[in-house]
Nanobody
Framework: QVQLAESGGGMVQPGGSLRLSCVASGSISSINSVSWHRQAPGKERELVADITKGGSTNYADSVKDRFTISGDVATVFLQMTRLKFEDTAVYSC??????????????????WGQGTQVTVSS
């Protein structure tokens, strides 16, 4: 019901900044929250930050005070500053929401984007 498209990844030097975008299409009204996750080579995927439809935000300890998530559920940004080598990963956005069947039965879902590479290198 929801399709996601990320953009904004790339290569940056340590201490630099990047802004990622996540644009949703489809059943946008069903989205309750949007989150950014990342997965580095050989590591498990981890939550970076999320934002609810009401605007509440949450961050991983490793990115607090450096990353900022903003936007509404249709378009969400992840502003990344003071990037470190360890921030190198594939960043993916995800939405959680509820849609209703023709019979009014609520069904929770999660959608994922294709991911965008962020590389911090000197």
């Amino acid at each position: 019901q929801v399709q996601l498209a990320e953009s904004g990844g790339g290569m940056v030097q340590p201490g630099g900044s990047l802004r990622l975008s996540c644009v949703a299409s489809g059943s946008i009204s069903s989205i309750n929250s949007v989150s950014w996750h990342r997965q580095a080579p050989g590591k498990e995927r981890e939550l970076v930050a999320d934002i609810t439809k009401g605007g509440s935000t949450n961050y991983a300890d490793s990115v607090k005070d450096r990353f900022t998530i903003s936007g509404d559920v249709a378009t969400v940004f992840l502003q990344m500053t003071r990037l470190k080598f360890e921030d190198t990963a594939v960043y993916s956005c995800s939405t959680e929401g509820i849609h209703y069947t023709d019979y009014g039965v609520p069904i929770a879902y999660r959608s994922w984007g294709q991911g965008t590479q962020v590389t911090v290198s000197s």
